[in-house]
């Protein structure tokens, strides 16, 4: 199952063995030595799946993964530790810090690729899954952004030109922007803007952060009151 990894080791060695046995599997595979860098860089690609070392200097992985479940992005991303850390306790630690997984050192790369396989194919069985439910939310989504229209037309609280506020979205992001106020879903606007589904998840999350919300209907109701739609 193809997907984007990001793979987070201070070893080069190690780090250059593992991206390139993964590559060759398949998988698209960006690397980062530390995780202050790794951190940037899951922001920067929005991976399917994080892979981090556990005993790497100033920033470890169980820190690093903290930050990683405390974005709303990332709250539900697969993480696989990889440490030469085998100890009952500190897998539990590794358990209850949030990750999927934990493959002590030295490893069989195939047991890796296997382990990366099954946790993809479960974040794709979830998504699939909400994607089934998505059109019996569509009218209830749409319900719901007709009430916020109403009701901040009656408080005369829909913004008119120009915003009362400057948010910095790309094009791309201002026309997600545009067809989720309008109350699509993210198959129809993946259709709708000749992209992927995956692309326009990319583009929703991008909009959360950069509005501070955590729902379609709270993304809405901001840019109405903020004009940031036209």
Same mark, same amino acid.
């Given at each position: 199952? !193809?997907? *984007?990894?990001?793979?987070?080791?201070?070893?080069?060695?190690? #780090?250059?063995?593992?991206?390139?046995?993964?590559?060759?599997?398949?998988?698209?595979?960006?690397? &980062?030595?530390?995780?202050?860098?790794?951190?940037?860089?899951?922001?920067?690609?929005?991976?399917?799946?994080?892979?981090?070392?556990?005993? %790497? !200097?100033?920033?470890?992985?169980?820190? $690093?993964?903290?930050?990683?479940?405390?974005?709303?992005? $990332?709250?539900?991303?697969?993480?696989? $530790?990889?440490?030469?850390?085998?100890?009952?306790?500190?897998?539990?630690?590794? @358990?209850?810090?949030?990750?999927?997984?934990?493959?002590?050192? !030295?490893?069989?790369?195939?047991?890796?690729? &296997?382990?990366?396989? #099954? /946790?993809? *194919? *479960?974040?794709? &069985?979830?998504?699939?899954?909400?994607?089934?439910?998505?059109?019996?939310?569509? &009218?209830?989504?749409?319900?719901?952004?007709?009430?916020?229209?109403?009701?901040?037309?009656?408080?005369?609280?829909?913004?008119?030109?120009?915003?009362?506020?400057? /948010?910095?979205?790309?094009?791309?992001?201002?026309?997600? /922007?545009?067809?989720?106020?309008?109350?699509? %879903?993210?198959?129809?606007?993946?259709?709708?803007?000749?992209?992927?589904? #995956?692309?326009?998840?990319? @583009?929703?999350? #991008? /909009?959360?952060?950069?509005?501070?919300?955590?729902?379609?209907?709270?993304?809405?109701?901001?840019?109405?009151?903020?004009?940031?739609?036209?």
């Amino acid at each position: 199952m !193809p997907g *984007q990894l990001v793979l987070v080791d201070d070893e080069p060695g190690l #780090r250059e063995a593992v991206q390139a046995y993964l590559e060759d599997s398949g998988f698209e595979v960006q690397t &980062a030595s530390n995780a202050r860098d790794g951190w940037d860089l899951v922001q920067k690609v929005l991976p399917d799946l994080v892979i981090t070392d556990v005993m %790497m !200097p100033q920033v470890n992985g169980y820190e $690093f993964l903290k930050q990683l479940r405390e974005d709303p992005r $990332f709250q539900t991303l697969p993480v696989v $530790f990889l440490t030469a850390r085998g100890m009952t306790n500190d897998r539990i630690q590794g @358990y209850e810090a949030g990750c999927d997984a934990y493959l002590p050192k !030295p490893f069989d790369p195939d047991e890796l690729v &296997a382990i990366v396989t #099954r /946790l993809l *194919q *479960q974040r794709a &069985a979830i998504k699939a899954a909400a994607s089934d439910g998505e059109n019996s939310d569509v &009218a209830d989504l749409s319900r719901q952004i007709a009430e916020i229209r109403a009701i901040l037309t009656q408080r005369g609280a829909i913004a008119t030109s120009p915003p009362p506020i400057k /948010l910095d979205f790309t094009p791309r992001e201002q026309s997600v /922007l545009e067809l989720v106020v309008d109350g699509l %879903m993210n198959k129809e606007i993946a259709r709708r803007l000749e992209t992927s589904v #995956r692309n326009v998840e990319k @583009y929703v999350s #991008r /909009l959360f952060s950069k509005t501070g919300t955590n729902s379609r209907t709270e993304l809405v109701r901001f840019a109405l009151e903020h004009g940031l739609t036209k």
